[in-house]
T-cell receptor
């Protein structure tokens, strides 16, 4: 069974540009989560989808971040315009059921560097 | 304000010895805790968990202990192996408004020397 995949693995952009990160969850997983780790800090929750609906987006930093999950399959996270403090590793995770009844499986992450 | 704290950034132990990783939390509403393991360039991988109704959970070489009154948990690895070298994250399950999310600590880098 394929795990959670994320694309790209690395992205380097200039401040003010737009970047779109993609996450493909494990097939059949209705729950999809985005997390972010800024260097040296903890992994922080951004938002949670159940199928195509946003269940919780309380962790989204500001309105420069837009997450979508059309059709309840893959998800995208767009940052527009990017700022220096957006640099970090963005992780996607998926689970079949909601936690703690099921494990969250994480993807390898996308390392975003904003110059 | 950090709700899950891993105060030691790193730990180095000899192969075969015990590794003890500590974690503290501040939110008394947390009732489910997890440890994740992360290798470089990979995502976190679930290792072991514990519910607040228990004080110990064991899975092979890994045991997690929970002290609710002290808001403290620890992960014991025995015997430690070089392949255990990784960053370990302590996390708590936070349930709010019908959604559950993980609240992580900063992580601790474990190095097991052959």
């Amino acid at each position: 069974e394929a795990g959670v995949t994320q694309f790209p693995s690395h992205s380097v952009i200039e401040k003010g540009q737009t970047v779109t990160l993609r996450c493909d969850p494990i097939s059949g997983h209705d729950n999809l989560y985005w997390y972010r780790r800024v260097m040296g800090k903890e992994i922080k929750f951004l938002l949670h989808f159940v199928k195509e609906s946003k269940q919780d987006e309380s962790g989204m930093p500001n309105n420069r971040f837009l997450a979508e999950r059309t059709g309840g399959t893959y998800s995208t996270l767009k940052v527009q315009p990017a700022e220096l403090e957006d640099s970090g590793v963005y992780f996607c995770a998926s689970s079949l059921l909601q936690w703690p009844s099921d494990t969250q499986y994480f993807g390898p992450g996308t390392r975003l560097t904003v110059l | 304000d950090q709700q899950v704290k891993q105060n030691s950034p790193s730990l180095s132990v000899q192969e075969g010895r015990i590794s003890i990783l500590n974690c503290d939390y501040t939110n008394s509403m947390f009732d489910y805790f997890l440890w994740y393991k992360k290798y470089p360039a990979e995502g976190p991988t679930f290792l072991i968990s514990i519910s607040s109704i228990k004080d110990k959970n064991e899975d092979g070489r890994f045991t997690v202990f929970l002290n609710k009154s002290a808001k403290h948990l620890s992960l014991h690895i025995v015997p430690s192996q070089p392949g255990d070298s990784a960053v370990y994250f302590c996390a708590a399950s936070d349930v709010q408004g019908g959604s559950e999310k993980l609240v992580f600590g900063k992580g601790m880098k474990l190095t097991v020397n052959p």
